[in-house]
């Protein structure tokens, strides 16, 4: 049986490195730092899972973050879990994401390792 895997898209590096609790879980993972690359990915490989950082960008004129374009390339598959860490200040940013876009989790950084574990162990079946 091969390991499930998932795409770990890190725009902003002030998180931590949760790769290595990622792995344990028997994920195969591959990590991307821009969403343009991660969505030429999205279109050869769908992953079981995706987890992406969100940043609020209020000067954006047509768009409320970083994660609209990756998120609008897994709408139409819903095989793949959805993720998004964030920070608790762009609550208000997120939930306007979450009206136009399917988000499965989401949790506050710094994300709790424990509920991220149980998280993706449950998603893993």
């Known amino acids: 049986m091969t390991s499930p895997?998932?795409?770990s898209v890190i725009e902003l590096l002030g998180h931590p490195n949760l790769?290595?609790?990622?792995?344990?879980?028997?994920?195969r993972v591959q990590t991307e730092f821009a969403v343009r690359r991660a969505i030429s990915l999205l279109r050869k490989e769908q992953p079981a899972v995706l987890v992406a950082d969100f940043y609020y960008?209020?000067?954006?004129r047509d768009?409320?973050?970083?994660?609209?374009?990756l998120l609008a390339s897994v709408q139409s598959n819903p095989g793949v879990k959805v993720l998004v860490l964030y920070e608790a200040a762009h609550q208000h940013a997120l939930d306007r994401l979450r009206q136009r876009f399917r988000i499965d989790a989401a949790l506050t950084l710094p994300a709790?390792?424990?509920?991220?574990?149980a998280l993706l162990a449950d998603w893993r079946g």
């Open 63 to 69: 768009r409320v973050s970083n994660l609209e374009s």
């Open 112 to 117: 709790d390792e424990a509920r991220l574990e």
């Open 19 to 27: 790769r290595p609790l990622y792995e344990r879980l028997g994920y």
């Open 5 to 7: 895997s998932l795409l």
């Open 57 to 60: 960008q209020p000067d954006f």
